[in-house]
């Protein structure tokens, strides 16, 4: 598969208080805080996955973000998909880091939380994707200072082309408190936009 012949066939983003499909708008709530605001979207959504409300904050946006590109994809197949997830963000897991730190800074009150601690790296909210969608591709997570739209399309060509994928999920999710932003977007074979660095940027910037 050459690198010209992919597409980006559709793209998710969530960020001040709004939910996009394409250049569809599926979800306003503007000045609620982002708590209020992703227990909304995940209602409205219909994301069907009561372990949503364990998870830490980074995780429910990645999640949500990709139920919502990928459940037409996955839901009509009892396949599982060869779908490759490439996240990445500037913050890691920053938020999740800092109420661990909070919960064993005091030796006399050391009471630190498995279920907190479990969320200290960015990549676990790729496994409750994959747990959710069936997914046993190749994942991974990359921070950066800022959106690398040039990293994320070489890698996901990279991951067609060398057959580990058939599709690629990529994309940025950075979440400190009300400071978040998801945007998503599905590398293939099909689709009307074409994948390159000036796409990708393209559909990035336009908010």
Request: aromatic residues 12%; glycine residues 2%.
């Amino acid at each position: 598969m050459k690198a010209q012949h992919l597409k980006i066939k559709e793209y998710c983003r969530i960020s001040n208080n709004r939910v996009l499909l394409n250049d569809e708008l599926l979800l306003e709530d503007l000045g609620s805080d982002f708590i209020t605001f992703i227990k909304l979207a995940y209602k409205k959504m219909d994301t069907n996955y009561p372990k949503f409300f364990k998870m830490d904050d980074l995780s429910k946006l990645g999640f949500l973000a990709t139920d919502i590109l990928l459940k037409t994809v996955t839901q009509d197949s009892e396949m599982p998909k060869n779908i490759a997830l490439v996240f990445s963000n500037s913050a890691s897991s920053l938020q999740t880091d800092r109420k661990h730190q909070e919960s064993i800074v005091d030796k006399e009150n050391y009471f630190p939380s498995p279920a907190v601690f479990v969320y200290t790296l960015p990549n676990i909210c790729l496994g409750e994707i994959s747990i959710k969608h069936r997914l046993y591709s190749e994942n991974s997570f990359f921070i950066f200072n800022h959106f690398n739209a040039e990293y994320l399309h070489d890698y996901a060509s990279s991951l067609i082309k060398t057959e580990k994928a058939d599709e690629v999920l990529c994309g940025w999710i950075n979440c400190d408190v009300d400071d978040y932003e998801a945007f998503l977007y599905l590398v293939s074979t099909e689709g009307s936009i074409a994948h390159n660095k000036e796409e990708i940027i393209k559909l990035y910037t336009t908010k």
